[in-house]
């Protein structure tokens, strides 16, 4: 019998044992909190820090040396990056702080998000193509039906496929109207205020116009109840999609692995300083050896039992994601390099077998966590992306590659007689890049490039 059956047949159902997935899935901010209430619920658990001579925790100073090698190899790549791709905004980047990639960074981050959920080749393809139409806020604005139409399915297919993508962060995103989009964030959110969803469903627009009054003769509440609705509207985001344009919600995270670029290799850092250490109290192993009565002793072995399971399923936890880190630095290389716009095709079922271990285990690993390299923090999730062109070699190009050639070939056109997006298509063609014109206006715009028109010089 298994260590983990064990504990769970002594805990019995009243104790609920973790599962081996749910550690996997924690970030390291989770797991800090998962084991802090270990801590308290269980008696034989100690956490705690290690601290050298001069006062300062071990993994405190592991942190800083984290960050001196961070700095150095993120001064170099910058100005690599500046020369190379050189903007306005360029020399301001802050060294935390990820690539400003304006307008198409939201649909990247939801598209990344669908690498968890299991879809079949048909509705991931339906799904992304939503996520294609939704506008700067993150709005649907183009009617369901139209859309099967369009892409010659069921409506129900492409309904169902809407509350797929409804269900991504940031919430709201997929609205077809302001009304869903604060529905969304309330049904998300668990708001039950009454009085402020009716206002949501119905009277935005009076809401707009001030006319609270009227309001609360319609909804039977009165001016105070209104105004109360008012402020929890208020704290709602009409537009999702706009905190997402330049990724300035990532700013703030908190890396779980850390990958930094030495002389001839990079050198790959699991963020355990952000949850404590993790032991079993001597007292207490030393009591399972002292004659006490049986029924401290059971109490004792299953206490025990359990956090020798916990810090068994860490340990994994970490083996399995370092083994996932380095299979991405691997096969992204280029990336980690060169910066955004290298970025190879790689699905969860590649990094499964190089690894050895099954997709949904990757799925679990990289679910929730996010890397930071010179170039930014990106969600685990970023670093999986599919071809747009199958030419069947390891160069095949995706969306990364094509909006970065696409870049290369406007910088070298004549300026006074610049491409319009159909030679654009053209050029990227004999790059070994095809695809469409209208994809080509749509990568264009993501990077707020203007058309043919205003790009030429009089």
Known sequence: MDLKMEVTQTLGLSQRMIQSTEILQMSAQELDTYLKELAVENPVVDIEEKYDKTGQSERDAELQKKLEWLASSDEQNRVYYSEEYSSDDDDNQEMWNVSDNRGEDLAEYLISQLVTIPLTDREQAIAEYLIDLLDSRGYLTEETEQIAAQLETEEDEVARMLQVVQSLE?????????????LIQMDRQKIEDTIARKIAADYLE?????????????????????????????????????????????KYITPDVTVV???????????????????????????????????????????????????????????????????????????????????RPLKLADVAEMVGIHESTVSRAVKDKYLQCSW??????????????KTGNENAATADTAKNLLKEIIADENHEKPYSDRILSEKLAERGVKISRR????????????????????
Do not use: H
């Not at 039977?220 to 997402?244: H, W, Y």
């Not at 080509?440 to 009089?458: C, L, N, P, Q």
């Open 206 to 250: 009076q809401l707009g116009k001030n006319q609270l009054p009227q309001i609360a003769r319609k909804l039977k509440a009165t001016v105070d109840d209104v105004l109360q609705a008012m402020e929890v509207i208020r704290e709602l985001n009409p537009k999702p999609g706009n905190s997402f344009s330049s990724r300035e919600n990532l």
């Open 439 to 458: 994809t080509v206006a749509k990568y264009r715009e993501a990077m707020e490039i203007k058309d043919a028109s205003g790009r030429k010089v009089f």
């Open 376 to 389: 930014g923090i990106f969600p685990m999730n970023y670093f999986f992306i599919g071809a747009i062109s």
């Open 170 to 182: 940031p919430a709201g995103v997929g609205a077809r109207n302001l009304s869903e989009c604060l």
């Open 261 to 343: 670029k030495l002389k001839d290799y990079y050198e790959i850092l699991l963020n355990e300083y952000m949850y404590p250490k993790m032991s079993i109290n001597g007292y207490y192993r030393n009591m399972l050896k002292a004659g006490n009565d049986k029924e401290t002793k059971d109490y004792v072995t299953t206490k025990v039992k359990q956090a020798e399971w916990v810090m068994q399923c860490v340990s994994q936890r970490n083996v399995t994601l370092m083994n996932v880190s380095k299979c991405i630095v691997d096969v992204q290389e280029r990336f980690f390099t060169y910066g955004p716009g290298y970025l």
